[in-house]
């Protein structure tokens, strides 16, 4: 038999390097160690083995959809705190996590304190690369720059209505409220 599946806890041994490629939720400590409870499954033939986890931990990974705040708008940045992931419906994340958006992956207009719906780049950080190009990412919920109020959707404009103020943002087609 050349596959082999073993359930590990975390820290436990799960080969050597010299041994097995370790792949998956695994560190190296001298010796490769689980990092989750999960299952080991080795395949000799090749002398690989991954550590698939029993949970997922709902940390974001590459073409994930996230929801996040706009913090703060840079020269070369906007920054973000991401607080929910799309998956088997919206989550909350256990841990916020912070992100960018070069202006290379803006194609329109973003407000500070804006919730946004964005699409993870490169999930190497914190801080996450996220994108908002494409129709159905952008801002879900607006805020208006001169009053703090909620900004309601008027065609594609976006009008306050405590002040008056009209505005336009990079709208995410059906999930704006």
């Keep these: 038999m050349q596959i082999q599946r073993k359930l590990v806890l975390p820290g436990e ?11 998956g939720r695994a560190y190296l400590d001298g010796v ?24 997922e931990d709902g940390y974001p990974r590459q073409g994930d959809t996230l929801y996040c705040v706009v913090t703060s708008k ?33 194609d329109g207009k973003v407000g500070i304190g804006d919730y946004i719906r964005a699409r993870v780049v490169s999930n ?9 190009k494409g129709p159905t990412f952008g801002v879900v ?10 900004m ?3 065609g594609a404009q976006l009008v306050c209505p405590a002040c008056g103020a009209v505005d336009v943002r990079k709208i995410a087609q059906g999930f704006y409220v």
């Design 32 to 55: 490769f160690r689980a990092a989750a409870l999960g299952v080991a499954v080795y395949d000799r033939r090749s002398h690989t083995a991954v550590v698939k986890p029993l949970r």
């Design 124 to 132: 190497i950080g914190p801080p996450f690369l996220l994108s908002i």
């Design 74 to 106: 840079g020269v070369r940045a906007l920054s973000a705190k991401c607080v929910a992931k799309e998956g088997r419906g919206v989550e909350e994340l256990k841990y916020p996590v912070s992100a960018v958006i070069p202006p290379q992956f803006v």
């Design 13 to 23: 041994e799960i080969a050597t390097p010299e041994e097995f490629v370790v792949d």
């Design 152 to 154: 309601k959707r008027r």
């Design 141 to 150: 919920r607006a805020i208006c720059p001169k009053c703090g109020s909620v």
